[in-house]
């Protein structure tokens, strides 16, 4: 059972506004904690939706745990902006260090696709990315090149 004491972090599985309660799923032990409008904060009542990233502790009830002190994590619900990448964008442009530039163009790789331009400097900053693009792009060596 989940520690009253402990704060913790989890994925919001359902919330229903207009009821004011939901459920999130606990990163720890992957275990439901039921979520009522009073443990969110006055400000997160209204922007809390399935799949947000959330803090909180937890409150040993009768029918199982529950959330006190929900806070969202704002950075893990931030999304990038499509950007539209120039064909005139060359691997250079892309700060790699030269070790890697040598290795691309070893590799027989000209300039980059639009996803390889916008995805190679998110991965090499250990970031998560999400990137879709049609067959043929690029995409394998966006990801697999660093």
Request: charged share 20%.
């Amino acid at each position: 059972m989940l520690n009253k004491t402990q704060r913790m972090t989890g994925t919001v599985k359902w919330y229903n506004r207009e009821k004011g309660f939901g459920f999130i799923t606990s990163d720890m032990n992957s275990e439901d904690v039921f979520l009522h409008h009073t443990a969110l904060q006055q400000h997160e009542d209204v922007s809390i939706v399935t799949g947000d990233r959330i803090t909180f502790t937890i409150q040993k009830q009768e029918k199982g745990p529950a959330a006190l002190e929900v806070k969202r994590l704002e950075e893990e619900n931030k999304i990038l902006q499509s950007v539209q990448v120039s064909n005139g964008t060359k691997f250079a442009d892309l700060d790699l260090n030269p070790e890697l530039l040598h290795a691309i163009r070893d590799a027989g790789y000209g300039s980059p696709t639009p996803i390889q331009a916008q995805a190679i400097p998110i991965v090499l900053k250990g970031q998560d990315l999400l990137g879709c693009a049609q067959t043929g792009t690029g995409k394998t060596a966006a990801f697999a090149l660093p």
